[in-house]
């Protein structure tokens, strides 16, 4: 096509050569028209043949597979831009929807908790009433299975507040009053509550290195207990007769670090990295004892962290298990006296 434009225009360029030649030599108008007519035509004619942009620009084959790809993925961006929107509501949805379900069961653990704890506290006044011979009598018998169901409901009344404790814990409503600890006076109470426990299970409680004065620490009284009592509890269950338990107390720079080392069964190393996990229990810790509820050192660990402490422990099955606690002082560098 390119070959024939240019002999077109050729040809109309030689034309209008011989007719100013014949428009000079002959003088006619005729001529003189037909020249002027020769070179308008020579002068738009480029105008005229001229293709269109469409025509003119031949299209890269490469160039439109590369508009073919940009045109795919904006298309692809467009899909996955609308598919994360609509994955965004509905996780938002399904988030809202845990929420509800998690306060509804909070709110059913308070409840229940508290309508169940208020009778089981009337069942237990009655039973101290009849076990300390307020209503007469007792035969030897009788006084034994009333002191089982008097312990079996102590245990009720204590599960009730390892639940209520636990599902504060892990909705992260657990409190945190105001108040210090002090020492060896909390040690030297929580000891006195619980050897009668040991006794009866031919369990030697020891408290180690004992001190006159501790600093204080950052921790009200109440849930310091629930932390050593919880410790003692488990490490009293699980040692055999004629085992101990040892309680230690030092100072750490800004630290008091609690240890409480049993020689009791131990924790297997499989099973070590599970302890601290809701309602876990060591498959030897329930050969030996099948009562429990897995929650005391979830518990634990919940409150130790709550107050900016530590805990960690070290096991070996069949040999025995320690487990320290470190809790920041109330004040750093000042000791005082020990009072609860």
Do not use: C
Request: no cysteine; charged share 25%.
């Amino acid at each position: 096509m390119s070959n024939q434009k240019h002999a077109s225009l050729l040809s109309l360029f030689i034309l209008t050569a011989v007719l100013i030649g014949w428009t000079y030599l002959s003088g006619s108008a005729a001529a003189f028209i037909l020249a002027l007519i020769s070179l308008l035509l020579l002068f738009v004619s480029p105008f005229l043949s001229k293709p269109s942009f469409g025509e003119d620009m031949k299209k890269d084959p490469a160039q439109e597979a590369e508009l073919e790809k940009i045109r795919q993925l904006s298309a692809q961006q467009k899909e996955s831009g609308k598919l994360l929107i609509r994955r965004d509501l509905e996780l938002t949805r399904a988030n809202d929807q845990l929420r509800a379900l998690d306060q509804l069961k909070t709110d059913f653990v308070t409840i229940a908790t508290h309508q169940l704890r208020t009778p089981l506290t009337a069942i237990r006044w009655v039973l101290s009433m009849f076990i300390r011979g307020d209503l007469g009598e007792l035969s030897e018998e009788q006084r034994t299975f009333i002191t089982k169901a008097y312990e079996s409901n102590n245990r009720m009344i204590a599960l009730l507040g390892e639940m209520m404790t636990s599902d504060q814990i892990s909705s992260e409503k657990l409190r945190t009053p105001e108040g210090t600890s002090a020492f060896p006076a909390i040690a030297d109470s929580i000891i006195a509550e619980i050897i009668p426990l040991a006794d009866k299970r031919g369990v030697h409680l020891v408290f180690a290195e004992r001190k006159e004065n501790y600093p204080r620490v950052q921790i009200d009284p109440q849930n310091m207990r629930a932390i050593l009592q919880n410790l003692f509890e488990n490490s009293i269950k699980y040692t055999h007769p004629g085992g101990s338990v040892t309680l230690t107390i030092r100072e750490q720079g800004t630290s008091l670090v609690f240890a409480v080392a049993d020689t009791g069964i131990g924790i297997s190393r499989d099973e070590q990295k599970n302890v601290f996990k809701r309602f876990f229990r060591a498959q030897n810790a329930i050969k030996m004892e099948t009562d429990g509820s897995g929650l005391g050192l979830f518990i634990v660990k919940g409150v130790v962290e709550k107050f900016k402490g530590d805990i960690a422990f070290e096991s070996t099955e069949g040999k025995g298990t320690t487990f320290r606690i470190v809790l920041p002082l109330a004040n750093p560098g000042s000791v005082s006296i020990s009072s609860v």
